[in-house]
């Protein structure tokens, strides 16, 4: 197996989203994606990139410091040694998390890995690549993820959350596209409708809201 990747940027940061936000975090951004969501805020990791040896990455996440350290994308399952670097993150101590979009099995992640599985909506266009046997590989320390755009998407979000046992496995978070769906709106059909999940705001987008990249 390749122990090379092609990195778009690693940086550090406030983690913006989900359970861990407002946590200082290390960013590992891959490059390639296998889907064009409408709506996506890092197109820019579609196919910008340098290929960098796994003991670089590693490397250079120990010059930024810092406990907790985020691979994402663009989609980094799309890579083929990302598995080996989340271990290797992993056996060298860190809290390390994969943001993927659920639309490649994810069986082949280390357990010791934190995952957050980013369902798409119907908003999206990508609705129908989701893999929801990969609700199965779910546990506690894991969480789902609904970006949300309108009303329908939010009933694609609640119906899929009723169908399946997400809730029951791991934390589930609905999340508003940024300028797009607004958050009090988005509050109160939650409330309406009692689900137990929790509304998710971008916090990078409110502390850096000029910045597209590296935030």
Same mark, same amino acid.
């Given at each position: 197996m390749s122990r090379t990747l092609i990195v778009n940027e690693i940086f550090r940061s406030i983690q913006g989203e989900g359970l861990r936000a407002g946590r200082p975090c290390?960013?590992?951004?891959?490059?390639?994606?296998?889907?064009?969501?409408?709506?996506?805020?890092?197109?820019?990791?579609?196919?910008?990139?340098?290929?960098?040896?796994?003991?670089?990455?590693?490397?250079?996440?120990?010059?930024?410091?810092?406990p907790l350290v985020e691979v994402t994308g663009g989609e980094p399952l799309t890579q083929t040694a990302t598995p080996a670097l989340l271990t290797a993150l992993c056996d060298t101590g860190y809290r390390t998390v994969l943001e993927t979009n659920g639309s490649i099995d994810l069986g082949p992640v280390d357990e010791r890995a934190s995952k957050i599985v980013d369902f798409k909506?119907?908003?999206?266009?990508?609705?129908? *690549?989701?893999?929801?046997?990969?609700?199965?590989? %779910?546990? $506690?320390? &894991?969480?789902?993820?609904?970006?949300?755009?309108?009303? *329908?998407?939010?009933?694609?979000?609640?119906?899929? %959350?009723? $169908?399946? &046992?997400?809730?029951?496995?791991?934390?589930?978070?609905?999340?508003?596209?940024?300028?797009?769906?607004?958050?009090?709106?988005?509050a109160e059909w939650i409330l309406a409708d009692r689900l137990d999940v929790r509304l998710g705001l971008q916090l990078h987008r409110i502390l850096w809201p000029e910045s597209d990249r590296g935030v």
């Open positions: 290390t960013m590992v951004r891959l490059t390639g994606c296998n889907l064009r969501c409408h709506w996506c805020d890092t197109a820019y990791a579609w196919d910008q990139g340098q290929e960098m040896p796994l003991a670089d990455i590693l490397t250079r996440v120990a010059e930024l410091g810092g909506c119907p908003s999206s266009g990508q609705s129908e *690549t989701n893999c929801w046997h990969n609700v199965s590989y %779910l546990t $506690a320390q &894991d969480e789902v993820k609904f970006v949300l755009a309108d009303r *329908t998407d939010y009933e694609f979000a609640r119906d899929a %959350l009723a $169908a399946g &046992d997400m809730a029951r496995r791991c934390p589930v978070t609905f999340h508003c596209v940024h300028g797009q769906l607004a958050p009090n709106a988005l």
